[in-house]
């Protein structure tokens, strides 16, 4: 079975959001809050991909959502 590439339309590349969407998703289904979710699955990602990327990918999130993408 192929996984499939993205998630709710975002690339599962790292940079590319659907990772962070995924792993969001699951905490709030585990009952956390929309808020602390994002928290949680932003400590888990600077902590793998260090604070610099994790900074620059949020930055170009905000770009293409500021962009209606």
Known sequence: MVAD????????????GGKFAKLKDTLM????????ASAIAATI?????????????SSQGKK?????K
Do not use: H, I, V
């Open 45 to 57: 990602g600077r902590k793998k991909y260090g604070n610099k990327k994790m900074t620059t990918w």
């Open 64 to 68: 293409r959502m500021k962009k209606g």
């Open 29 to 36: 289904k585990e009952g956390k809050s929309p808020e602390s």
């Open 5 to 16: 590439k993205t998630y709710k339309g975002k690339s599962l590349k790292p940079g590319g």
